[in-house]
């Protein structure tokens, strides 16, 4: 069994069967978008009603687009013990005035801008999140099915320290976590669209592969060193 672990978020699901699923596959953090204009979007009691589903040591987790304080706060009161994700252009300030644990979204723009991305500051501007979740700038603020380049950044920096800091997303699937993980070396990944048949709706079968995918790239990691 591989001693490299790397957790898993399958996030933006809305029906019970796709929880029941992602959690047998073996998924660590359930995510559930209250962002109205999402095609994967939730309401706070609907999210709330999902999250009962899941056993001990599964998190939900909240996402949140540029959303108020009594937004946030009236979610939380329907899911009490999630972890919040912040993916709009909330500030610093912002992120923490929720006095939450939070996972920041770093919106990579594609291609050779990506490398223009101050990372590491972003990083530090939001020292008090639970991770940097890595995502490309799409239009809708995620969940578009695209990647950034995972080469653009010096990913062993300390303050990009893979051991609890970084986790990846945007436009992974079965096909090509392994290669995100082998590069990135993230704390966590985070799916989407890549386990879907259409947006909201998870597949079981796709589901199953990506975990198993990510415990392939563990085992490299395990025998690479």
């Not at 979007?41 to 589903?53: F, H, I």
């Not at 919040?84 to 920041?104: I, K, M, N, S, W």
Request: proline share 6%; glycine share 8%; with cysteine.
């Amino acid at each position: 069994m591989p001693t490299h672990r790397t957790r898993i978020k399958i996030c933006g699901l809305t029906r019970e069967e796709d929880v029941d699923a992602a959690v047998q596959a073996g998924a660590d953090a359930i995510g559930f978008v209250l962002y109205a204009s999402s095609p994967r979007a939730v309401t706070a009691k609907r999210a709330g009603e999902l999250a009962r589903r899941l056993p001990a040591f599964v998190t939900p987790v909240l996402l949140f687009v540029n959303a108020s304080p009594e937004h946030i706060e009236g979610a939380c009161a329907e899911v009490p013990n999630a972890l919040l994700q912040f993916h709009g252009d909330e500030t610093p300030e912002a992120c923490r005035a929720a006095v939450r644990p939070y996972l920041r979204a770093a919106r990579i723009p594609p291609g050779s801008a990506g490398a223009s991305f101050d990372l590491l500051k972003y990083a530090l501007d939001h020292s008090d999140a639970q991770a940097i979740l890595l995502d490309a700038h799409v239009e809708g603020y995620g969940g578009g099915g695209q990647s950034f380049d995972w080469t653009a950044f010096p990913w062993s920096h300390p303050h990009l320290n893979a051991s609890s800091r970084l986790v990846l997303s945007g436009g992974l699937t079965p096909a090509n976590v392994i290669d995100g993980i082998r590069h990135v070396r993230p704390w966590a990944v985070d799916v989407s669209s890549g386990v879907e048949v259409s947006k909201g709706i998870k597949d079981r079968a796709k589901m199953l592969a990506f975990v198993a995918a990510v415990r392939a790239a563990d085992a490299l990691i395990d025998r690479s060193g």
